[in-house]
T-cell receptor, first 112, second 117 residues
Framework: TQLLEQSPQFLSIQEGENLTVYCNSSSVFSSLQWYRQEPGEGPVLLVTVVTGGEVKKLKRLTFQFGDARKDSSLHITAAQPGDTGLYLCAGGGAGNNRKLIWGLGTSLAVNP | GAVVSQHPSRVICKSGTSVKIECRSLDFQATTMFWYRQFPKQSLMLMATSNEGSKATYEQGVEKDKFLINHASLTLSTLTVTSAHPEDSSFYIC?????????????FGPGTRLTVL
């Protein structure tokens, strides 16, 4: 059974601080997706990484896929209150339907 | 691109009634759609995979007679919660895979908040 461990589960920081969220697994994934979700809304795709060692940047967010495609990280620089939300990682490629394997999520609160 | 809509966004019903939730891919054709359930401040729990023109594949522990899924066209999948009870109250979210992009990436609808009285 494929599992994806996401940490930390909760994070409360002050505006301007940096943070990193991790997703780790013993399984190899064909891709890794990161989503952000606000209360009462569906998850919004932030990025998809598919190549081992790949780094993608989205403004103040930096995403990295591990060389072995078993882990990924999301780093936010100078966090702002608008970054508050639930961050979810999902590993792709499981089964014939290619369903995603989900991390438990990181609930981030950025205080002004 | 890759926009998914979901309707209704919120529904309140009486115990014992059935509720239908629609999921549409607006600007692409989705051969595969997924239905999730989410509890407060928790991650997504996959309920079933919906494939156009064939029967849905349900995850272990999900009652297929309770949660009826129909994927009659390449842009529409429906989830019907039959004989709803208060324990079925939850946030239901659908997603669709866009064949034009990464085969693993799913695009999500805005969700449906179901409250069963």
């Amino acid at each position: 059974t494929q599992l994806l461990e996401q940490s930390p589960q909760f994070l409360s920081i002050q505006e301007g601080e940096n943070l990193t969220v991790y997703c780790n697994s013993s399984s190899v994934f064909s891709s890794l997706q990161w989503y952000r979700q606000e209360p009462g809304e569906g998850p919004v795709l932030l990025v998809t990484v598919v190549t081992g060692g790949e780094v993608k940047k989205l403004k103040r967010l930096t995403f990295q896929f591990g060389d072995a495609r078993k882990d990924s990280s999301l780093h936010i620089t100078a966090a702002q209150p608008g970054d508050t939300g639930l961050y979810l990682c999902a590993g792709g490629g499981a089964g014939n339907n290619r369903k995603l394997i989900w991390g438990l999520g990181t609930s981030l609160a950025v205080n002004p | 691109g890759a926009v998914v809509s979901q309707h209704p966004s919120r529904v309140i019903c009486k115990s014992g009634t059935s509720v239908k939730i629609e999921c549409r891919s607006l600007d692409f054709q989705a051969t595969t759609m997924f239905w999730y359930r989410q509890f407060p401040k928790q991650s997504l729990m996959l309920m079933a995979t919906s494939n156009e023109g064939s029967k849905a594949t349900y995850e272990q522990g999900v009652e297929k007679d309770k949660f009826l899924i129909n994927h009659a066209s390449l842009t529409l999948s429906t989830l019907t919660v039959t004989s709803a009870h208060p324990e079925d109250s939850s946030f239901y979210i659908c997603s669709a895979r866009d064949p034009r992009t990464s085969p693993d990436t799913q695009y999500f609808g805005p969700g449906t908040r179901l409250t069963v009285l």
